[in-house]
Structure formats: C-alpha cells, structure tokens
C-alpha cells in the first residue's frame, strides 16, 4: 500500500528549540515536497526535492531547511521555531511526471 | 509567481452537478490538478489535465481547460453528500516542479 508517513502528527513547542518533522515514503519516489496549509492562504510549497541530494525552495523557505539524504526520506527542519511557522505541514511525493500525488495525514505544529 | 484563484464556498443540492472554478496567471503552465480534502486529512489527488488538453473525463469528474482564458474547471456530476470537502486547484509551471495551490473551494452538498 501506497504511504506517506509523517511524524510527527502534533507537536506544541517553543520559541527557539529546534524541531525536525520526518516525512517518509514506500514508493520509491523521486520527486518530495513539504507545503504549509493556513486558513486562507491554502497550501504553500516551502521546499522540493527532484531526487538524492538535490533540493530547491518552494514560495516560503525561509525559517525552514530539508535534506534528502536518502530517497524515501525527506525530513523538515526548524532550527529556530517561530510563532508565524504555527501550520498544518503536509509532506508529499510524486509519481507519474513527478506529480504531488501521494500526501501525508498532515502535521500540526503549534509554536508557542 | 503563479498566481491561483478560486471561489471560496459551493453550495449544491444532492444529485445536481457542481462546477468548481480556477484560474492562474502563468501561460507556461504545465499541469493543472484537482485534489480533495476530507476534514481531518490529506489532499487526495483526483486528476489532472496536461495544458495541450482541452478537456478530460474520468467518471462523475469532468474537467475543462481553457488556456487562452487561463481558466480551469471541475464538474462534479451527480453530487452526492459524500463529495462534500475542500477541493484545490493546483498549477504546475513549465520547466520547473513548483506547484502553486489555489486557496481551496469548500463544497458543501445539502440533502
């Protein structure tokens, strides 16, 4: 069965300490991505990955960083949490032509 | 950027057709996809349409791309309560793998 696990679901924490949220994959795809979801602004691409090794930013990358170290692996990474970066994340993988087919059940981070 | 609209909220009575509409801004588009979100859960993809198509079926979905008029549509057919989500537009531009989002439909389907 075709998954995209997040963890983890929920998570409350604090200004400043460094929070990672694992995104990982049983398809063996190529092509990852993390988006943001708030009211209002629907979902916001942060970061991609094409493959291994090669990521890029999406519209809001600041605050944020990933790594593909491996390919069903796509972690997100907040070494300095803010209040703005309360959200809905929700990691994603592509399959035929890279589409962001398969989501995540969502993580929902709330920066105190 | 890419820029994606569409209307916030649809209302439709059980058993009508729904037609959800979007429009974007990049001509270099490439892709254009439909996804759904339950309350609670992730966005599922419902199709997609390549920007050299006019038109694509698939069961109770029908979707229409007008790429002169930057304009792209969903029709449910047959609305059933259980069609009753959020539903994004999303456009994928040529030659890069950004997807730009549009800030979600809410359809809401009364009995």
């Known amino acids: 069965e075709a998954q995209v696990t997040q963890n983890p679901r929920y998570l409350i924490t604090v200004t400043g300490k460094k929070l990672t949220v694992t995104c990982s994959q049983n398809m063996n795809h190529e092509y990852m991505s993390w988006y943001r979801q708030d009211p209002g602004l629907g979902l916001r691409q942060i970061y991609y990955s094409m493959n291994v090794e090669v990521t890029d930013k999406g519209d809001v990358p600041e605050g944020y960083k990933v790594s593909r170290k491996e390919k069903r692996n796509f972690p997100l990474i907040l070494e300095s949490p803010s209040p703005n970066q309360t959200s809905l994340y929700f990691c994603a993988t592509g399959g035929v032509s890279n589409q962001p087919q398969h989501f995540g059940d969502g993580t929902r981070l709330s920066i105190l | ?111």
Not at chain 2, 9 to 38: A, H, M, P
Not at chain 2, 85 to 111: D, E, H, S
């Open chain 2, 1 to 111: 950027g890419e820029d994606v609209e569409q209307s916030l909220f649809l209302s439709v009575r059980e058993g009508d057709s729904s037609v959800i509409n979007c429009t974007y801004t990049d001509s270099s588009s490439t892709y254009l996809y439909w996804y759904k979100q339950e309350p609670g859960a992730g966005l599922q993809l419902l199709t997609y349409i390549f920007s050299n198509m006019d038109m694509k079926q698939d069961q109770r979905l029908t979707v229409l791309l007008n790429k002169k008029d930057k304009h792209l549509s969903l029709r449910i057919a047959d609305t059933q309560t259980g069609d009753s989500a959020i539903y994004f537009c999303a456009v994928r531009t040529g030659g890069y793998q950004k997807v730009t989002f549009g800030i979600g439909t809410k359809l809401q389907v009364i009995p």
